[in-house]
């Protein structure tokens, strides 16, 4: 399996917008955004299946959108109206025939 890229992170005011990248080929059924920050667990974000289907997590809905650039193989996470409680590592999963493949994490930090 090759790992999908992460790639975006920075710092930001809150209020302000990051836009992360997931790039990742190969037969991509889902591509997954979670985030972990220090001394809590890893948290399901946003979800997008191969159809085009996104959820999200109640925290981010709203603010949070997820697109695809097929010519790219890359999966991008909008995220606005950036909030402290947002910082955290950020991950992105793929799932390719039914086996998760994760990348590596990129870091927001979001200052008040």
């Known amino acids: 399996q090759v790992q999908p890229v992460e790639s975006g992170g920075g710092l930001v005011q809150a209020g302000g917008s990051l836009r992360l990248s997931c790039a990742a080929s190969?037969?991509?059924?889902?591509t997954y955004w979670y985030r972990q920050a220090p001394g809590k667990l890893r948290e399901l974000v946003a979800t997008?299946?191969?159809?085009?289907?996104?959820t999200y997590a109640d925290s981010v809905e709203g603010r949070f959108t997820l697109s695809r650039d097929n010519t790219k193989n890359t999966v991008y996470l909008q995220m606005n109206s950036l909030k402290p409680e947002d910082a955290a590592v950020y991950y992105c999963?793929?799932?390719?025939?039914?086996?998760?493949?994760w990348g590596q994490g990129t870091k927001v930090t979001v200052s008040s």
């Open positions: 999963a793929v799932t390719r025939a039914g086996l998760y493949s």
């Open positions: 190969g037969s991509i059924s889902s």
């Open positions: 997008l299946t191969s159809g085009g289907t996104t």
